[in-house]
């Protein structure tokens, strides 16, 4: 928009000096009213935007549990089954387990975030002592994977050391322990290396 004082001078002709003082004015008065409308521009935006947050503070509290999952995923969609981020660590290399024993290892050290849930890849491999014949079962388990899931079973047929390997992934919790465990039903002590491979958050 194109603005004009009230009075405009000629070069070479005298100025009176209430039409310079009233240009002046006209100045002022439209630097005010300008302002005036910035103000209130920004009073609109505080209000607006208070209200907005508090529209945003929603209680979920009557919400069931399906529905805050929901919210949850929404809030997290960006790291909702994230990348996979390599991360190697031999856990155990040659480590002995006897029949009915578990052995946990911490992953504090190797998932970013304690408060988190992550999908880690794993690898066991077995060696297992046992007569022609035997099964020896090992298992996997976490906080959030209570039920052992079956990584390992090695059945020796003709000789007294039995083979086995597999990797999985298993879910961690915040509990952020793996557990390795040897069957009761079992036949003879195992020896085995555990190893991870890689993570990703998945919330």
């Not at 103000?39 to 209000?47: F, K, P, S, V």
């Not at 529209?55 to 997290?76: H, P, Q, R």
């Not at 946990?104 to 849930?117: M, R, V």
Request: include cysteine; charged fraction near 20%.
């Amino acid at each position: 928009m194109t603005y004009g004082v009230p009075y405009s001078f000629v070069p070479g002709t005298k100025a009176k000096a209430d039409e310079v003082n009233a240009n002046f004015i006209d100045i002022l008065d439209k630097i005010q009213t300008t302002n005036s409308r910035i103000d209130t521009a920004n009073t609109t935006i505080q209000e607006c935007s208070a209200s907005i947050d508090s529209k945003l503070n929603i209680d979920l509290s009557n919400l069931s549990e399906e529905g805050e999952a929901m919210f949850n995923g929404m809030a997290y969609a960006k790291d909702l089954d994230g990348n996979w981020t390599e991360k190697y660590t031999a856990c155990a290399v040659n480590t002995s387990i006897s029949t009915g024993v578990t052995q946990s290892y911490s992953l504090s050290n190797i998932l970013p975030k304690d408060s988190e849930l992550y999908e880690v890849m794993i690898a066991i491999t077995a060696e297992t002592a046992a007569t022609s014949g035997a099964l020896a079962y090992l298992y996997v388990s976490t906080d959030k994977m209570t039920n052992k899931k079956p990584v390992i079973k090695t059945i020796s047929r003709h000789s007294s050391v039995a083979y086995g390997n597999n990797a999985c992934t298993v879910i961690v919790g915040t509990g952020r322990k793996i557990n390795i465990n040897s069957s009761a039903s079992s036949v003879g002590a195992s020896s085995y290396n555990f190893e991870i491979y890689a993570y990703r958050k998945v919330r």
